[in-house]
């Protein structure tokens, strides 16, 4: 389908400057498993309690300095509940209006009408927008 391919396209067009991408394409993980990867990306240890890893998170973004975290959940059709519930606190874990980074789940048409079921209501409620893209032509391609 190549939505891995362009997303990479994307990150490559991030001012490296400015951004910092996190890519999480282990789309079977829980919610305990899903932080301990952020904290691996973030290079800060992985714990086995939730609370320490929300730290280690929590000082993987302090130590960003300037730049913007931006993590990318590849597969997100995937996710278990856990996981989609753990994306979310993350997102509001800070004390002003401002989340604490970018968020991109990329997917199959089966994502959004999972995030369209009531159990992932308060995620999709922080979500900004969603972008469908429909299958490419063979012109398109430039397979022609």
Known sequence: MGKTLL???????LPDKRYQPLVLSH?????PGLLRLLCLELGQPARMRRSDNVMSIRHGWQQLDRLWPVVVLDEAQ?????????????SCDRRDTQPPFSLLLVGDEQLLPRLQMG????????????LRLEPW???????A
């Open 27 to 31: 789309s079977s993980v829980t919610g």
């Open 119 to 130: 159990i992932n209501a308060p995620l999709l409620a922080r979500l900004s927008f969603c």
């Open 7 to 13: 997303v990479q396209h994307f990150l490559k067009s």
């Open 137 to 143: 032509t063979a012109d398109e391609l430039c397979l």
């Open 78 to 90: 995937n996710l278990s509940a856990t996981a989609l519930e753990e994306v979310r606190l993350l």
